[in-house]
């Protein structure tokens, strides 16, 4: 309940932090700090945000990982705020969605992400042709810009990679918890959700060696080096 508290929304420029301002504003939090990144640059309805009673905007630059913060600082001489994050995935139990696919709880390899080159989908589905295990690979997701990289993608990959598209929901929380390992082998970004996410399902985990990746799972992973390439992940 926001009322009386002080509350920051670290992202205004967001559609989604402008309306958490009004909201949490209308619900009678003292205070609402709302946070822009790069404030000398305009947008759209900043007058708006502005006129909200109580609503104080700041200068923010913040990430969710200390090597991001550590990365800013080499290149631009000042440190960020970093502010880390954790996640909640309930088991839904059931094996719906298993059984939709035509996989066994506890028999495959599961990747969760944009199929986008930097995500390196394309890594896992060559170490997966490479290792040619007896558990398929279940590569869930996909992007509506990235035609020609997943035509590749599926293109490479052998009979028993599955690419069911999006999966959201009990689905998603479920194939998490019923995999036999997931792999998050991208390369960009601070702290990936799917990676927290399934550290908090316990699923057994392997991540790249992106610095941030290693700050999250610690020892609670296995990880490979992306120099190496599929092999080093096969």
Not at 56 to 73: G, K
Not at 189 to 204: S, Y
Request: a negative charge; hydrophobic letters at 45%; proline letters at 8%.
């Amino acid at each position: 309940d926001p009322k009386f508290r002080r509350v920051l929304i670290t992202d205004g420029r967001s559609a989604a932090g402008r309306a958490m301002a009004h909201a949490v504003a209308k619900a009678g939090a003292a205070i609402v700090f709302v946070g822009i990144a790069d404030a000398w640059k305009p947008f759209p309805n900043r007058a708006a945000l502005a006129g909200i009673k109580g609503l104080e905007i700041q200068p923010l630059d913040v990430t969710d990982s200390d090597s991001v913060a550590d990365l800013y600082e080499q290149r631009f001489g000042r440190r960020i705020l970093s502010i880390p994050y954790g996640a909640d995935l309930p088991d839904p139990g059931g094996t719906a969605e298993c059984e939709r696919l035509g996989v066994e709880p506890g028999r495959f390899i599961l990747f969760v992400g944009r199929l986008v080159p930097e995500n390196n989908a394309h890594l896992l589905v060559r170490a997966h042709r490479i290792l040619a295990p007896d558990w398929p690979l279940v590569v869930v997701g996909d992007a509506p810009y990235a035609d020609e990289y997943i035509a590749e993608l599926k293109a490479e990959a052998s009979p028993a990679v599955i690419f069911p598209g999006y999966v959201f929901g009990d689905g998603y929380a479920e194939l998490v918890h019923r995999c036999g390992v997931m792999c998050a082998p991208t390369e960009v970004g601070g702290t990936h959700p799917v990676i927290i996410e399934a550290m908090a399902a316990g699923a057994p985990l392997i991540v790249s060696d992106h610095a941030p990746n290693i700050e999250v799972v610690g020892d609670c992973a296995a990880t490979f080096a992306l120099a190496g390439g599929a092999e080093s992940l096969a």
